[in-house]
């Protein structure tokens, strides 16, 4: 059985450490904010100039002015910050983010990203896409294994346009965790229920097994 988003969300806070400054990118990065431990200080950052992001609000805190770069209602912690665009760009551009989450329609084996078009089809553009993989050491991009029609998304060369080269190390799809490392992708875990054989069938570029990968474990 695949991860939901939530569950996406909630593995990848498991790498989150107490103190970091973290990006969440749009879609199932977003979710990540409801999943912070409750005894870790870790302050969310925004592109569009919000540090200190907290989970997604309910009717009763919603505020119409409070959004997140993608234009999600959002709520903030104790200590948050709101400051213009271009400080928010000039702390990813300065290296000042320790996590970056982001999700993506390619990654290869070289660790390059295609996250921002789709010929032929609207999207809303690059965003912060292209400073925040430019400025980050440590990234994770989440997405779904292969596409609606079976399409792997893990490939030997992305066929999109790139939003960075060789930037990408780690990868959570809803099948498996994943690591890149000299061409390839490492099977690091999998999701519960998920067997290897269908991993390495939706994985069109090369990857590693090794001889025990354990399942995903969720507290």
Same mark, same amino acid.
């Not at 999207?123 to 294994?145: P, R, S, Y």
């Given at each position: 059985?695949?991860?939901?988003?939530?569950?996406?969300?909630?593995?990848?806070?498991?790498?989150?450490?107490?103190?970091?400054?973290? &990006?969440?990118?749009?879609?199932?990065?977003?979710?990540?904010?409801?999943?912070?431990?409750?005894? !870790? %200080?870790?302050?969310?950052?925004?592109? &569009?100039?919000?540090?200190? !992001?907290?989970?997604?609000?309910?009717?009763?805190?919603?505020?119409?002015?409070?959004?997140?770069?993608?234009?999600?209602?959002?709520?903030?912690?104790?200590? /948050? %910050?709101?400051?213009?665009?271009?400080?928010?760009?000039?702390?990813?551009?300065?290296?000042?983010?320790?996590?970056?989450?982001?999700?993506?329609?390619?990654? *290869?084996?070289?660790?390059?990203?295609?996250?921002?078009?789709?010929? &032929?089809?609207?999207?809303?553009?690059?965003?912060?896409?292209? *400073?925040?993989? /430019?400025?980050? $050491?440590?990234?994770?991009?989440?997405?779904?294994?292969? %596409?609606? &029609?079976? *399409?792997?998304?893990?490939?030997?060369?992305?066929?999109?346009?790139?939003?960075?080269?060789?930037?990408?190390?780690?990868?959570?799809?809803?099948?498996?965790?994943?690591?890149?490392? $000299?061409?390839?992708?490492?099977?690091? $875990?999998? /999701?519960?229920?998920?067997?290897?054989?269908?991993?390495?069938?939706?994985?069109?570029?090369?990857?590693?097994?090794? *001889?025990?990968?354990?399942?995903?474990?969720? %507290?």
């Amino acid at each position: 059985m695949s991860l939901t988003r939530e569950q996406m969300a909630q593995r990848v806070a498991q790498e989150l450490q107490d103190g970091f400054y973290v &990006n969440l990118g749009i879609g199932i990065p977003t979710l990540v904010a409801n999943f912070v431990p409750k005894n !870790m %200080s870790v302050m969310l950052q925004s592109e &569009n100039g919000l540090l200190g !992001m907290g989970e997604f609000p309910t009717e009763d805190t919603i505020d119409a002015d409070m959004i997140n770069a993608g234009k999600q209602t959002v709520t903030t912690v104790e200590g /948050a %910050s709101i400051f213009s665009s271009a400080e928010s760009f000039a702390m990813i551009r300065g290296g000042h983010v320790d996590l970056t989450v982001l999700g993506a329609f390619e990654v *290869d084996v070289q660790g390059n990203i295609a996250s921002w078009m789709i010929p &032929n089809k609207l999207i809303k553009g690059m965003g912060g896409a292209m *400073d925040l993989v /430019a400025g980050a $050491e440590n990234i994770i991009v989440t997405m779904t294994h292969a %596409s609606k &029609n079976g *399409d792997s998304k893990l490939l030997s060369n992305c066929s999109l346009p790139l939003t960075g080269k060789a930037c990408i190390k780690k990868v959570l799809t809803d099948l498996a965790w994943l690591e890149i490392e $000299e061409g390839a992708f490492i099977l690091k $875990e999998r /999701a519960p229920g998920v067997s290897v054989e269908e991993i390495i069938e939706k994985t069109q570029g090369k990857l590693i097994v090794p *001889d025990n990968v354990p399942e995903m474990t969720f %507290s």
